[in-house]
Structure formats: structure tokens, C-alpha cells
């Protein structure tokens, strides 16, 4: 069974820096684009950032320049480096990834981390 596993949130003072991990296991046959998502209190989930096995990264705009999205390939996993965090960037953060397994080809969602950003 395919599974992510998401590590790496936390609470940090404006100005600071987090780095989540997201890990996929299972039986895994190819890994196509991941992504993180985050969701705050009473907002839809959005995209944050988004990276495919080739070709260019894509970023929300309040997040550009902050935050770096990057994959180990050989480890199935992506990161998230938030720089210069900010009050607003509070919210639970989702990695997800288009996967291949043994089952077929499905979207998976990791459990989700909170980040919190303190003033």
C-alpha cells in the first residue's frame, strides 16, 4: 500500500525558517509531479507549490522567493524549505504526489503537519 508521511512542521517566530519532508513508501512503480498544499482556518486548501519530474517548479504567488520546493527522487520524497515566514503562511500543510503503484495510478495525500507562525 502506498503512503506519505509528512514531517517537519512547527511553531517559528515571523522571519523564521521551517523545512518539511514528505516521504512515499509502498509499491511504488513511478512517481510523477508532487506538490504541497496548506489549508488555514476557515479557507480552502490552495496549491503552495508544485514540482514534476521534469520541467519547471510552479510556486502561489504570496510565495515566491520565500519558499523552495525540491525531490529526492531516489528517496521518493519532496521538501519544502519556507524562508521569511510570515503570520499569514499559518495554516496545516498537505504534500501529495501522482503515483503509480502496484493498484494503478492515483493522487495520494500525506497527513498533513501545522505550521504555525507567531507575530
Known amino acids: 500500500q502506498v503512503q506519505l508521511v509528512t514531517s517537519g512542521g512547527g511553531l517559528v517566530q515571523a522571519g523564521g525558517s521551517l523545512r518539511l519532508s514528505c516521504a512515499a513508501s509502498g509499491r511504488i512503480f513511478s512517481i510523477f509531479a508532487m506538490g504541497w498544499y496548506r489549508q488555514a482556518p476557515g479557507k480552502q486548501r490552495e496549491l503552495v507549490a508544485q514540482?514534476?519530474?521534469?520541467?519547471?517548479?510552479d510556486y502561489e504567488d504570496s510565495v515566491k522567493g520565500r519558499f523552495t520546493i525540491s525531490r529526492d527522487n531516489a528517496n521518493n520524497t519532496v521538501y519544502l524549505q519556507m524562508n521569511s515566514l510570515k503570520p499569514e503562511d499559518t495554516a496545516v500543510y498537505y504534500c501529495?504526489?501522482?503515483?503509480?503503484?502496484?493498484?494503478?495510478?492515483?493522487?495520494?495525500w500525506g497527513q498533513g503537519t501545522q505550521v504555525t507562525v507567531s507575530p
Open positions: 514540482i514534476p519530474t521534469g520541467g519547471t517548479t
Open positions: 501529495n504526489a501522482d503515483i503509480r503503484g502496484h493498484l494503478g495510478r492515483y493522487i495520494y
